[in-house]
């Protein structure tokens, strides 16, 4: 009988050793994805203002040519500045020193 005590309590503090900790952290994962969900909707359901109002193209008056070749006319709601980050998400240099980036107003969510 004493074996089925030791072995018992060997399985209790295995159980509270490992099996909490590891409740405690499932439940904060659950928690933090929920959260990460619920942000993610939020974010995709309020869209980047245009800056000014006015494309880009039209401040800085572009020629046709390079106004048909910019990747940003494709879509005149989204800052011109977006598509020409580099792959790590920096801006490039003439973008900083723009105009259009500077007069920007910096998106509010609510």
């Given at each position: 009988m004493?074996?089925?005590?030791t072995i018992l309590t060997i399985i209790l503090g295995l159980l509270l050793?490992?099996?909490?900790?590891?409740?405690?952290t499932a439940g904060i994962i659950y928690l933090l994805h929920r959260l990460?969900?619920?942000?993610?909707?939020?974010a995709s359901s309020a869209p980047l203002a245009a800056p000014?109002?006015?494309?880009?193209?039209e401040?800085?008056?572009c020629p046709e040519a390079r106004h048909k070749a910019c990747p940003a006319a494709a879509q005149p709601g989204v800052p011109c500045w977006q598509f020409f980050r580099s792959k790590s998400g920096v801006l490039r240099?003439?973008?900083?020193?723009c105009e259009v980036f500077r007069q920007a107003s910096v998106p509010v969510f609510i």
């Open positions: 004493e074996w089925l005590n050793r490992i099996g909490i900790p590891l409740a405690v990460d969900q619920r942000w993610q909707e939020e000014g109002g006015k494309p880009c193209w401040v800085k008056e240099e003439d973008c900083l020193n």
